[in-house]
Each structure stands twice: as C-alpha cells, then as structure tokens.
C-alpha cells in the first residue's frame, strides 16, 4: 500500500512539474511584445489593445486560419468602407464604422499578445482583446437641425 501511495504521488509531482513547465512557457510567451507594423494601408492607424465588450465592433466579420495579417483584414473593412478594423484571437476579424459606448484601452498593451495566423511578428488580439485600427476618416454627422429649434 505504501508504494503504490508513493508511486500515485510521484506521478502528481510529475504532473504538477510539466504544468508549471508549461505555465512557465506561456508566460514567457505572453512576456514577448508583439508591434503593430509601422506601415499601414492608406490612412489607417493603430488604436491600441481594446478590451472586448460583448461585440465591440458589429459591421462585417472576416477570419482567416492561415493567412491573417493587418493588410488583409484592413482590406476588407475599408473595401465595405468601414472606418474600424479589428482583429482578436490570431485569426478573427471585425469591422464597423463606429465602436460599441464602453469599449475601453485594456490595462496593458500586452494583452495583445496573439500574432497573426499569418504574420507572427505582429499582434492580433488576445482573449477578449482586440488590435484596433482605425482608417483615419470620419463618418456621416447626424444634423440636429438649426440652434435653439424646438419640436
């Protein structure tokens, strides 16, 4: 009985070991700072790392496993004339023309810290974050009518 108690805690200090080893890994990873590219398309400019609410830019969405990048996502929201592009979790874009009231900065930049599927120097988001762009333009203004008009 006392070696078989020995042997089941020997594979638990085992395993506790690969999981702080691979804890270790990931926060080495997550350690690493990922750049937005200093060249973007046009007029388009990064925004920060923005925490994610809910769906925090809900216009057009785009993913791409294998290839995302800045140029290709940027592409596609200013080809539907959107004047926000954003990607989240490596591979998944999101676009619109305005950014849902209480999306905020993350705490950090770093919580950017997925590279594209397709370019591994560069963040594209994180859980709940998002690497915000914007096109540099600005949209339509509501008229509110003439000063001190009433209805």
Same mark, same amino acid.
């Given at each position: %009985?006392? @070696?078989?108690?020995?042997?089941?805690?020997? !594979?638990? @200090?085992?395993?506790?070991?690969?999981?702080?080893?691979?804890?270790?890994?990931?926060?080495?990873?997550? #350690?690493?700072?990922?750049?937005?590219?200093?060249?973007?398309?046009?007029?388009?400019?990064?925004?920060?790392?923005?925490?994610?609410? +809910?769906?925090?830019?809900?216009?057009?969405?785009?993913?791409?496993?294998?290839? %995302?990048?800045?140029?290709?996502?940027?592409?596609?929201?200013?080809?539907?004339?959107?004047?926000?592009? !954003? *990607?989240?979790?490596?591979?998944?874009?999101?676009?619109? @023309?305005?950014?849902?009231?209480?999306?905020?900065?993350?705490?950090?930049?770093?919580? *950017?810290?997925?590279?594209?599927?397709?370019? #591994?120097?560069?963040?594209? +988001?994180?859980?709940?974050?998002?690497?915000?762009?914007?096109?540099?333009?600005?949209?339509?203004?509501?008229?509110?009518?003439?000063?001190?008009?009433?209805?």
């Amino acid at each position: %009985m006392a @070696s078989a108690l020995l042997r089941k805690a020997l !594979a638990v @200090s085992v395993l506790l070991s690969q999981v702080s080893n691979a804890l270790h890994a990931t926060i080495q990873e997550r #350690a690493t700072v990922l750049s937005p590219p200093a060249t973007l398309p046009g007029s388009w400019t990064y925004q920060g790392c923005y925490t994610e609410i +809910g769906r925090t830019l809900n216009g057009a969405t785009y993913s791409n496993d294998t290839a %995302m990048t800045d140029e290709s996502y940027i592409s596609f929201c200013s080809a539907k004339d959107f004047l926000y592009a !954003a *990607c989240e979790y490596a591979s998944q874009c999101f676009c619109d @023309s305005k950014r849902v009231p209480g999306a905020a900065l993350a705490a950090k930049a770093t919580n *950017c810290y997925l590279a594209y599927t397709g370019n #591994a120097t560069e963040p594209c +988001g994180g859980p709940n974050r998002l690497s915000v762009f914007w096109s540099g333009q600005t949209g339509p203004v509501t008229n509110l009518g003439p000063p001190k008009w009433v209805y």
